[in-house]
């Protein structure tokens, strides 16, 4: 995390003896208490309610014994909010599903949400539409999902609504940034809104006590010097409710970790010339030289005013080649940067990573490396900078104290970090100056984008000892999946694989595979590992089921609700269904039995189980290895001889006579 008490949405959580995993559309747990390693439960990442496409669900949170999923739909437009019960066992229950209206967030670097405390906190961005038919789209709001009708509510009030004191300008695109603040101690989500009126480009930073909003306009439309507008302003937006302070600034920041809001009263920013703020890919963009502005935070004010030219201290800027990308990262006293692969395919050949006292004037220290700046991160009281030279992935210790100096170097042959997102990384100290750090790796040559359908072929530990890298081991990935039922967020925007260290123990997530390592005798060895993914083979659904359903939901004419047992045999794929039931069904507002018996036939999936009993046709998707749950739809005959479609819903629990 960029900040201890500042947890940040991510693919892996911990809750008490649990881990909550998301992926691929599902949430996951698998217990670790007790020392144990055993998938518990599976149930998809939206609510019953919810239809999947067009959604992206890629974060969650967990907050006591509720999870939270945070994704995004271009069908219903916003941010939406799954919420979960994790009970005592590990099982997870949905509770209900929240909508904020928002614009799309997505960033190749940054997360959408943070959780302080019990405060779930969200950046959005609204994009304003002079023409909407209903003027709350064009403001903070949210609503409980029951249906496409669900009513919305504001999250606002008037005063909490701010535009700079300089006004905007007409050849904006004009986004209302808002932050969302919602306390999820009580039944209900209670959100707060602050938002302010902007140009469309943005990145955005959260620190213990604020939301820093860095928008950007990125055309003067051929206006002169005199009459452009600012080119960016600098918004804060305090945690407390109170009122946004701004400032007018120049540059573009490259991602949040260009960020820090220090304990002596300044915010430190590391700007590019020319950028494209954060939106997907756009932190891969920044270009131009660079310079880090520091600032008093009492110098934020009504955003009338500009940051002086003392506050901006040139910084030297790296040689980059086509395709290149930034990465900073402030550590200890020091901010570091470079540039490196991003998202492309590695080159050949080394740069520099600059250090920089942020407080002092101390001279930038220039230090020359044989590969590439593709992550920086803190190391116990200096750093490591890991980068590829085009064939082999090298890590790179450095010391910094009065003065910034290369340590030892450790270089894996044939081989390229596995993940782009800083989550991919886990440090442990064990010390001063040392401890053990991981990181997933796969092919040499391979470029950051494959992150998003291939997973890392293992994750690489090694020990620090005062800067001396050496090799504890590799735990490797072994289970691939050519059908996981997949129906939502099917590439891995933010990874796959993460190493954690977890109360004394070693673990390597690698897709579906849960992966623990023991250090023996100086060398890592697997301990044991578990497939927690959607596999019908593993769960196995042959022998009895008690089902419950109900057809025709919202359907005058026509309502059956039944229950009774199945019988599912599995051969291959094939599936077989045998039930007897007993219920009642309504037509017309005749009642008559539904009892009796038959079969029907299917199949399976890795995930899904789909089969025909008489003219209804069953989707399934398993949510533990005992509860199967999912939707119907039956062509009935209606009295005057009109067929139709009708809708229901079904779930059924392993067990039964």
């Known amino acids: 995390m960029q900040h201890a008490g500042v947890d940040e949405g991510g693919i892996v959580k911990v809750h008490g003896d649990y881990l909550v995993i998301l992926r691929r559309g599902r949430l996951f747990t698998v217990r670790i208490g007790g020392n144990a390693l055993a998938p518990v439960s599976a149930v998809d990442a939206f609510g019953p309610d919810i239809d999947p496409n067009g959604a992206w669900y890629d974060e969650l949170l967990v907050s006591g014994d509720l999870v939270v999923v945070i994704g995004y739909s271009y069908a219903r437009g916003g941010t939406e909010l799954g919420l979960f019960r994790i009970d005592p066992a590990g099982g997870l229950t949905h509770r209900a599903t929240y909508q904020l209206t928002s614009g799309d967030y997505y960033s190749s670097r940054n997360y959408a949400s943070r959780l302080i405390g019990t405060r779930l906190i969200f950046y959005a961005p609204i994009y304003v539409d002079p023409e909407a038919e209903d003027p709350l789209e064009n403001f903070p709001a949210i609503r409980r999902w029951a249906g496409p009708e669900s009513e919305w509510r504001r999250t606002f009030n008037a005063t909490r609504v701010y535009r700079p004191a300089g006004g905007v300008s007409l050849f904006d695109d004009l986004v209302l940034h808002t932050v969302t603040v919602c306390e999820t101690a009580g039944e209900e989500l209670d959100c707060q809104a602050t938002a302010l009126y902007g140009p469309d480009g943005r990145v955005f930073y959260v620190s213990p006590t604020s939301v820093y909003v860095w928008a950007t306009q990125y055309s003067d439309w051929g206006l002169g010097d005199d009459d452009a507008p600012p080119r960016s302003v600098l918004y804060r937006m305090p945690l407390d409710g109170s009122a946004p302070t701004g400032l007018r600034v120049s540059g573009d920041p490259v991602d949040q970790l260009s960020f820090l809001e220090s304990g002596d009263g300044h915010l430190n920013v590391l700007v590019a010339a020319e950028g494209a703020g954060e939106g997907m890919w756009g932190a891969e963009q920044k270009e131009g030289d660079l310079a880090l502005l520091r600032v008093p935070l009492s110098t934020l004010g009504d955003g009338s005013r500009a940051a002086r030219n003392e506050h901006y201290r040139d910084l030297p800027t790296p040689a980059r080649g086509g395709g290149s990308a930034l990465q900073n990262r402030y550590v200890g006293d020091w901010l570091l940067y470079g540039a490196g692969t991003g998202w492309g395919t590695p080159r050949p050949g080394g740069a520099p990573v600059y250090a920089v006292r942020w407080a002092d004037t101390t001279p930038v220290a220039e230090l020359s490396l044989p590969h590439a700046v593709d992550r920086i991160e803190a190391m116990g009281s200096g750093a490591v900078v890991i980068g590829t030279d085009g064939r082999d992935l090298h890590f790179s210790g450095v010391r910094l104290g009065p003065a910034a100096r290369l340590a030892q170097r450790y270089t894996r042959a044939g081989a390229s970090q596995g993940e782009t997102r800083s989550h991919g990384f886990f440090y442990r100290p064990d010390g001063e100056d040392a401890g053990l750090l991981g990181l997933p790796i796969r092919g040499g040559d391979r470029p950051g984008y494959e992150h998003l359908r291939v997973g890392s072929a293992s994750i690489l530990f090694l020990r620090n000892r005062d800067f001396e890298l050496t090799e504890l081991g590799e735990l490797t990935a072994a289970a691939r999946y050519a059908d996981d039922g997949c129906r939502a967020s099917c590439a891995d925007w933010y990874g796959n694989a993460r190493p954690l260290f977890l109360r004394g123990r070693i673990l390597a997530l690698m897709g579906y595979e849960l992966v623990e390592g023991a250090e023996d005798d100086g060398r ?121 479609d009708v809708h229901g819903r079904w779930e059924a629990r392993r067990g039964g006579s």
């Open 524 to 644: 890592l060895r697997e301990l044991r590992r578990v497939d927690f993914g959607p596999n019908l083979t593993r769960l196995g659904i042959d022998g009895d089921w008690t089902f419950e359903e109900t057809v025709g939901v919202g359907n005058s004419r026509y309502n059956c609700r039944s229950r009774g047992t199945y019988r599912f045999g599995v051969d291959g794929d094939s599936l077989a269904v045998r039930f007897r039931q007993d219920g009642e069904c309504t037509i017309d507002r005749q009642t008559t039995s539904s009892a009796g018996e038959g079969s029907g036939a299917g199949r399976v999936g890795a995930m899904t189980v789909w089969f025909t009993v008489d003219t209804c046709r069953y989707t399934g998707i398993m949510q533990t290895a005992d509860h199967i749950r999912g939707t119907m739809q039956c062509l009935v005959r209606l009295p005057g001889g009109v067929s139709t």
